[in-house]
Nanobody, 120 residues
Framework: VQLVESGGGLVQPGGSLRLSCAAS????????MGWYRQAPGKQRVLVAV???????NYADSVKGRFTISRDNAKNTVYLQMNSLKPEDTAVYYC???????????????WGQGTQVTISS
């Protein structure tokens, strides 16, 4: 399973960005899809996650500003980020839990990361 991210960039505070992450390859089933971020000198932390069923979960710092969604037909997860703040600056990674085969294990796959910089 390969993940390709897109949509990062440089925006001013208060601006918006939309990240995308498309999964491809041998995919039998995808469970949860989510986004993490890692700021310089800090650990990678959860931003938002959307299970295949059930409610989404957001970090408190992004609630009300970020929205996660997924298109199961395209094996793609999105992160709409509004009202961006300088503290949102980080490398954003998508994470997908998937099985390559019916009898295979569930793995967590990571995207390559996309830089998001919020600065005036």
């Amino acid at each position: 399973v390969q993940l390709v991210e897109s949509g990062g960039g440089l925006v001013q505070p208060g601006g918006s960005l939309r990240l995308s992450c498309a999964a491809s390859g041998s995919i039998f089933r995808i469970n949860a899809m989510g986004w993490y971020r890692q700021a310089p000198g800090k650990q990678r932390v959860l931003v938002a996650v959307m299970p295949s069923g059930g409610s989404t979960n957001y970090a408190d710092s992004v609630k009300g500003r970020f929205t996660i969604s997924r298109d199961n037909a395209k094996n793609t997860v999105y992160l709409q980020m509004n009202s961006l703040k300088p503290e949102d600056t980080a490398v954003y990674y998508c994470n997908v839990e998937a099985k390559s085969h019916a009898s295979g294990p569930l793995y967590a796959y990571w995207g390559q990361g996309t830089q998001v910089t919020i600065s005036s």
